[in-house]
């Protein structure tokens, strides 16, 4: 039997095979006709190189993979470009986080001078408004990636930086993380359905300061059990804030996370936690959400960190898809999350990341 040219419009009678995929041993199929007719198949044709199926833009990895529940990953589209004027962090070209590796953990960095406090208040108003943005344009149909898109430009046209890109090799702006998703879904192709829920997460990275929050919002009309779920998440997030001021355990948090949580019936995330942010996107302290935790450290003025609770309606383990991003409850039951950015001033709290008369309001 003749192998035919697989290049999408051509059908001639294939004469070669993609030297990288001989090379590789992948795509036993991926035959062309013509030098030519590969070359200008080359774009896509590339992506399996990198484990990406053309055919539907899935990744391989999930070839037999057992899901957890109903969700499936849409296609992804290519990495972002971000114009060279703007500041970038350090694992923007590489990925390596290299300030993050060499930070000493026992140290977490005091934000006192007011030009810092100010270069952090700017920063976080670009992060709300961007995900105001984002909120605005969730409804059914409209697609993950129209959203990371929308909130790309508009980071960008505060001449700032969308800190997910390229950190540890995430290749979108945002996350945004569907019913079972607990944390770290990567935008893709595939549009949002009335009764979904969607956490969209949004970090910015301007004037050498990142800052981090993220909310969970409905698709149209949602079940009951979803309400409960996003409005029980959404209070412990609330009551947390109020315990901070100077001289708090950061292992208090957790404490009061779950005064509210465990009456509800509801699950408390424990591999994911709240973090110094700042200079660095991810630092000291290390801010559990669930009690009794092991956390050190006391709360002291000039302290910027966040808090970002992740609630699951059934159990509280996760699991990992093969994109090696995907954090899914183990059970495939709904999960959701509330994020701020918090400044420890004099006698309190700063939510550096607040609500503004502008945001769209939430159903809680
Ligand atoms: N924004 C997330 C957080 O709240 C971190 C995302 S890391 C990424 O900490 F690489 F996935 F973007
Ligand atoms: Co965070």
Same mark, same amino acid.
């Given at each position: 039997?003749?192998? @035919?040219?697989?290049?999408?419009?051509?059908?001639?009678?294939?004469?070669?095979?993609?030297?990288?995929?001989?090379?590789?041993?992948?795509?036993?199929?991926?035959?062309?006709?013509?030098?030519?007719?590969?070359? #200008?198949?080359?774009?896509?044709?590339?992506?399996?190189?990198?484990?990406?199926?053309?055919?539907?833009?899935?990744? #391989?990895?999930?070839?037999?993979?057992?899901?957890?529940?109903?969700?499936?990953?849409?296609?992804?589209?290519?990495?972002?470009?971000?114009?060279?004027?703007?500041?970038?962090?350090?694992?923007?070209?590489?990925?390596?986080?290299?300030?993050?590796?060499?930070?000493?953990?026992?140290?977490?960095?005091?934000?006192?001078?007011?030009?810092?406090?100010?270069?952090?208040?700017?920063?976080?108003?670009?992060?709300?408004?961007?995900?105001?943005?984002?909120?605005?344009?969730?409804?059914?149909?409209?697609?993950?990636?129209?959203?990371? @898109?929308?909130?790309?430009?508009?980071?960008? #046209?505060?001449?700032?930086?969308?800190?997910?890109?390229?950190?540890?090799?995430?290749?979108?702006?945002?996350?945004?993380?569907?019913?079972?998703?607990?944390?770290?879904?990567?935008?893709?192709?595939?549009?949002?359905?009335?009764?979904?829920?969607?956490?969209?997460?949004?970090?910015?990275?301007?004037?050498?300061?990142?800052?981090?929050? @993220?909310?969970?919002?409905?698709?149209?009309?949602?079940?009951?059990?979803?309400?409960?779920?996003?409005?029980?998440?959404?209070?412990?997030?609330?009551?947390?804030?109020?315990?901070?001021?100077?001289?708090?355990?950061?292992?208090?948090?957790?404490?009061?996370?779950?005064?509210?949580?465990?009456?509800?019936?509801?699950?408390?995330?424990?591999?994911?936690?709240?973090?110094?942010?700042?200079?660095?996107?991810?630092?000291?302290?290390?801010?559990?959400?669930?009690?009794?935790?092991?956390?050190?450290?006391?709360?002291?003025?000039?302290?910027?960190?966040?808090?970002?609770?992740?609630?699951?309606?059934?159990?509280?383990?996760?699991?990992?898809?093969?994109?090696?991003?995907?954090?899914?409850?183990?059970?495939?039951?709904?999960?959701?999350?509330?994020?701020?950015?918090?400044?420890?001033?004099?006698?309190?709290?700063?939510?550096?990341?607040?609500?503004?008369?502008?945001?769209?309001?939430?159903?809680?």
């Amino acid at each position: 039997m003749d192998i @035919n040219c697989c290049a999408p419009t051509c059908q001639k009678p294939a004469k070669m095979r993609c030297p990288i995929c001989i090379k590789n041993g992948i795509m036993p199929n991926s035959h062309y006709c013509s030098q030519e007719c590969f070359a #200008s198949f080359f774009s896509v044709h590339k992506l399996v190189h990198n484990g990406i199926s053309p055919s539907n833009g899935v990744s #391989s990895k999930f070839n037999n993979f057992k899901f957890t529940g109903p969700l499936r990953p849409g296609v992804v589209s290519p990495m972002a470009k971000v114009p060279d004027h703007i500041k970038k962090p350090d694992y923007a070209v590489s990925g390596i986080p290299v300030s993050e590796r060499n930070w000493d953990e026992s140290v977490i960095p005091k934000f006192e001078s007011e030009d810092d406090l100010k270069k952090l208040r700017a920063v976080a108003l670009i992060g709300r408004k961007a995900l105001d943005l984002g909120h605005s344009l969730v409804k059914p149909g409209v697609t993950t990636d129209a959203i990371n @898109n929308a909130i790309h430009d508009f980071i960008i #046209s505060q001449d700032a930086y969308p800190s997910p890109l390229n950190y540890r090799g995430f290749m979108k702006s945002i996350c945004s993380s569907v019913n079972e998703v607990i944390c770290h879904g990567i935008p893709d192709s595939r549009p949002l359905e009335e009764g979904d829920i969607v956490n969209i997460d949004v970090s910015v990275f301007k004037d050498g300061f990142h800052t981090d929050l @993220n909310e969970t919002f409905p698709v149209g009309k949602i079940d009951a059990e979803s309400q409960r779920l996003i409005s029980a998440t959404y209070k412990s997030l609330e009551e947390a804030i109020k315990i901070c001021k100077p001289g708090v355990m950061y292992r208090r948090v957790g404490d009061r996370i779950g005064e509210v949580i465990t009456p509800e019936g509801f699950s408390i995330v424990r591999t994911y936690c709240g973090h110094g942010v700042g200079q660095l996107f991810h630092g000291p302290p290390n801010v559990s959400h669930y009690p009794r935790s092991k956390d050190v450290g006391i709360m002291q003025k000039g302290h910027v960190f966040t808090i970002e609770p992740m609630i699951n309606a059934g159990v509280f383990s996760d699991l990992t898809w093969p994109d090696e991003w995907t954090s899914v409850t183990k059970d495939g039951k709904r999960s959701a999350q509330f994020e701020h950015t918090l400044l420890i001033t004099d006698d309190g709290v700063e939510v550096l990341t607040k609500r503004l008369e502008s945001s769209p309001p939430l159903s809680l």
